[in-house]
């Protein structure tokens, strides 16, 4: 039996940074053969992908921001977003709001006077939709909002709540009325520019933290016991071996977490139960020729159309394909015994995609040499209406145990990589401080 200080279970962003910021008394165990997880990259065939959907470095936060720029070294370059929303077979530019003149004439029209005339503008927001209502008008929020919205959560917008409102983008109505009448604006400037890893797609960023970890780093040790022993931790892998910890961290997804805990209080298991999730199903897709898209990612609102989102990985490094050659990733949002789409095969997704991205003429389907979907039983938590009352008091629950929660599926916060580091400083500070 091996002793430690402190244990990591998961080695996805969350827990290879928090490593990298302890001693060396420290170790990560990884299920899976290499580190990664949701930030994980899939290469092959001279095509990469980040799996889990396209992940780009960005953050609020300067000193987050200039950390994983300077921790990935010569390996980092800067681009510039270029999304747009696939809407009525056009590219209207995103933000939404800030391309309403690229919109049919009648669609433009629809979103500026209901973005002006909104009889819901003093209104007081329980709700997604009526957030949308009040902040856009009824002509958003019915056309691209509320549909697009519906389509990546799986979920109906009256029924979701306003945690991460502070994430989408408000343009000041100065900008959505210039974009009415044509003159170009930009929204959501913070994200405007991004960084890269050059090479080795978004995973290098978590291999670059891992030069940093003074302790050890396990791969292929699937946790099957985790349980209190006294002041310590124990933990088992499937394997039959076993590791005591003065101090143990969980990034694994609460539901996981909770298979293995054997000691884990009631309480925990039922509000655990409360939450909700999305599950991910990504389609990848190389072409051996270079369609030259000028995008980065595509939002694609349209209820009829099996993805959510499109995105075209050389626009984030040109070492992401081979010479000559294209790619995109598709993804599509899905929910286990829910939608029937988790029920499809493998295959007949893949063949409904390609059908889909003909169809828009963002693909031909003779050109494609390579093709995989990758499923992700965790893709995005659900903000309901109960979830910050949910979420807190599970949180509070695990706290009272001694076990430190960190990352989006064990905290079960829809957070990006750049406060998945954010908070893992914290966390190291915590677990630093006598």
Known sequence: ????????????????????????????????????????????DGFTFDAAGPHIMFSKNKEVLNLMVETLGDNVHQRRRENKIWFKGRFVKYPFENDLASLPPQDNFDCIYGYIVNPHAGDTPSNLSEWSYKTFGAGISEKYFIPYNEKIWNYPATKLGLEFVERIPKPPMEDVLKSSIGISTEG???????????????????????????GDIRT???????????????????????????????????HELLKVWADAPDDVHKLA???????????????????????????????????????????????????????????????????GVWEMSDEAIIDRTIRELEMTGLADPNTIVYRKAIRFLYGYPVYDLDYRANVTAMRNAVAATGLHLLGRFAQFDYINSDVCIERAIALSKELSSP
Request: hydrophobic residues 35%.
């Open 1 to 44: 039996m091996t002793h430690r200080s402190i244990g990591i279970l998961g080695g996805g962003i969350s827990g290879v940074a928090l490593a990298s910021f302890l001693g060396d008394d420290v170790e990560v165990v990884e299920r899976r053969p290499s580190i990664g997880g949701l930030c994980g990259t899939i290469v092959e």
């Open 188 to 214: 959501y400037l913070h994200q405007l520019h991004f960084y890269y890893p050059i090479e080795g797609g978004y995973e290098s960023l978590v291999h670059a933290f891992a030069k940093n970890v003074r």
């Open 220 to 254: 292929n040790w699937r946790v099957a016991s985790v349980a209190r022993d006294g002041k310590q931790w124990r933990v088992t892998s499937a394997g039959g071996e076993e590791r005591t910890y003065d101090t143990l961290v969980s990034t694994l997804p609460i």
């Open 273 to 339: 139960a409360t939450l909700h999730y999305n599950s991910l199903i990504n389609v990848l897709i190389g072409c051996n020729e270079d369609r030259g898209y000028p995008y980065t990612a595509l939002y694609v609102p349209d209820p009829n159309l099996l993805f959510h989102r499109l995105s075209f990985p050389k626009a984030f490094s040109e070492h992401c394909v081979p010479a000559g050659s294209s790619s995109i990733m598709a993804e599509i949002t899905t929910n286990e015994g829910g939608d």
